[in-house]
């Protein structure tokens, strides 16, 4: 059984940082790609950061690049999201997603999903 948690969200003043956790209760977690995406009421879901675990490559939208860093410990099955230098426009329902294929994760077609986390910046 697969369960990914995220944690972390939370209210913060514009230019302001927060991390953002993804707790991965999946074996063989080192062969998954892990994404972070965000979802705003009216607009697109957004794919916002990727990471491979296994070889460390990371991918970020444009939106978010020199802003946010994504990471990972292999010791806690855990994936972090950086928030730095927030803005208003970064508010969002923050999701982890993983899935073994990169394609899947960086499409927003991952297999598995956590619940969500909420980031409000003001």
């Known amino acids: 059984h697969v369960q990914l948690v995220e944690s972390g969200g939370g209210s913060v003043q514009a230019g302001g940082s927060l991390r953002l956790s993804c707790t991965a209760s999946?074996?063989?977690?080192?062969?998954?790609?892990f994404s972070w995406l965000r979802k705003t009421p009216g607009k697109e879901r957004e794919g916002v950061a990727s990471?491979?675990?296994?070889?460390?490559?990371?991918y970020y939208a444009d939106s978010v690049e020199d802003r946010f860093v994504i990471s990972h410990d292999n010791a806690k099955n855990t994936v972090y999201l950086h928030l730095n230098s927030l803005k208003p426009e970064d508010t969002a329902m923050y999701y982890c997603?993983?899935?073994?294929?990169?394609?899947?994760?960086?499409?927003?077609?991952?297999?598995?999903w956590g619940q969500g986390t909420q980031v409000t910046v003001s």
């Open positions: 990471i491979a675990t296994g070889s460390g490559n990371t």
């Open positions: 999946i074996f063989g977690y080192s062969t998954y790609c």
């Open positions: 997603a993983a899935d073994p294929s990169a394609v899947r994760v960086l499409t927003g077609r991952a297999t598995y």
